[in-house]
């Protein structure tokens, strides 16, 4: 078992960033690979990014491929998501969540075992 809680999510303007945090307790962390998708109103909930048990490898959606970055640091037992050149088709809740497969790294929702309960984030144009 492991619990993960999002943070960072915020009102801000197009064009701007934003980091969200993930912090992971319970089970060891560095065993998961971590996810980041996110949910529109009225829309599916999308993959957003991907990272392996030891941040080495990474794979992203094209629509935030260049804008965001995902990263790890399994000291902290956290995952970050670096979010630059906001449009206002990224607002959306954020969602992190861990795989038990530690070399996963893709964006099938049932990959992931474990999930956060999301944070907000409004970018206005």
């Known amino acids: 078992q492991v619990q993960l809680v999002e943070s960072g999510g915020q009102l801000v303007q197009a064009g701007g960033s934003l980091r969200l945090s993930c912090a992971a307790s319970?089970?060891?962390?560095?065993?998961?690979?971590m996810g980041w998708f996110r949910q529109a109103p009225g829309k599916e909930r999308e993959f957003v990014a991907a990272?392996?048990?030891?941040?080495?490898?990474?794979y992203y959606a094209d629509s935030v491929k260049g804008r965001f970055t995902i990263s790890r640091d399994n000291a902290k037992n956290t995952m970050y998501l670096q979010m630059n050149s906001l449009k206002s088709e990224d607002t959306a809740v954020y969602y992190c969540?861990?795989?038990?497969?530690?070399?996963?790294?893709?964006?099938?929702?049932?990959?992931?075992?474990?999930w956060g309960q999301g944070t907000q984030v409004t970018v206005s144009s």
């Open positions: 319970g089970r060891t962390f560095s065993r998961f690979a």
């Open positions: 990272i392996n048990w030891s941040g080495d490898s990474t």
């Open positions: 969540a861990a795989s038990s497969s530690p070399l996963y790294v893709g964006p099938r929702v049932s990959q992931y075992t474990y």
